[in-house]
């Protein structure tokens, strides 16, 4: 298995800044995705974190928004950029290899 | 489009009784995944199901997949308190152990 976490795990943020979320894997695994959960919803996939390469994003979520970053096998970051009360909502990564999917904590982001 | 219907969305059952969650999906998949989400936590993996036919138990939870039907239900038997959480089923649509599209999530309330 993975064990899978994520900083920060809260946080406050003004309406127009960004915040990066960083994920560690403790192994390599060979995808990471970043979710999205919003309060009381299920989870909705915003992007494929590849490495050393572009993200590849869903519907409805786009790079100038969702900047990902993928280093190596094991590390990844999302930056939610010049955020809006919308973007209040829980961002968790996952990580796994071909049959099982490992989440992360989740951040929990308010934007006020 | 790949559409993940889960029902019912709410659950309210008494200790000692038995009930099964549905989860429908639209496209041909052999893969889905079962996990539990408790308030405030991230997800917890129950089942893989990776083929047609596929029965898993683990207590009280047994699921199962129909991917003819494209079909997999969660069945509680003799439900007690610990069970209450948000249950979640996720569908592969690739086949490739990665990307999943999420249900709608049924959040159970077991009442002692």
């Known amino acids: 298995s993975a064990v899978i976490s994520q900083k920060p795990s809260r946080d406050i943020c003004q309406r127009g800044t960004s915040l990066t979320i960083q994920c560690q894997v403790d192994?390599?695994?060979?995808?990471m995705f970043w979710y999205r959960q919003q309060p009381g919803q299920s989870l909705t996939l915003i992007a494929t974190a590849n490495q050393g390469s572009e993200a590849t994003y869903e519907s409805g979520f786009v790079i100038d928004k969702f900047p990902i970053s993928r280093p190596n096998l094991t590390f990844s970051t999302l930056t939610v950029s010049n955020m809006s009360p919308e973007d209040s909502s829980i961002y968790l990564c996952?990580?796994?290899?071909?049959?099982?999917?490992?989440f992360g904590p989740g951040t929990r982001l308010t934007v006020l | 489009e790949l559409k993940v219907e889960q029902n019912p969305l709410f659950l309210s059952m008494q200790e000692g009784k038995n009930y099964t969650i549905y989860c429908n999906y639209s496209?041909?998949?052999?893969?889905l995944y079962w996990y539990r989400q408790d308030p405030g936590k991230s997800l917890e993996s129950l089942f893989v199901?990776?083929?047609?036919?596929a029965v898993k138990q683990e207590g009280r939870l047994m699921a199962s997949l129909d991917t003819k039907a494209r079909l997999s239900t969660l069945h509680i038997t003799a439900a007690v308190h610990d069970l209450s959480a948000t249950y979640f089923c996720a569908v592969d649509p690739n086949n490739a152990g990665n990307m999943l599209t999420f249900g709608g999530g049924t959040r159970l309330m077991v009442k002692p």
């Open positions: 192994s390599q695994v060979t995808m």
């Open positions: 496209t041909t998949s052999d893969r």
């Open positions: 996952s990580g796994g290899q071909t049959d099982t999917q490992y």
């Open positions: 199901l990776l083929s047609n036919g």
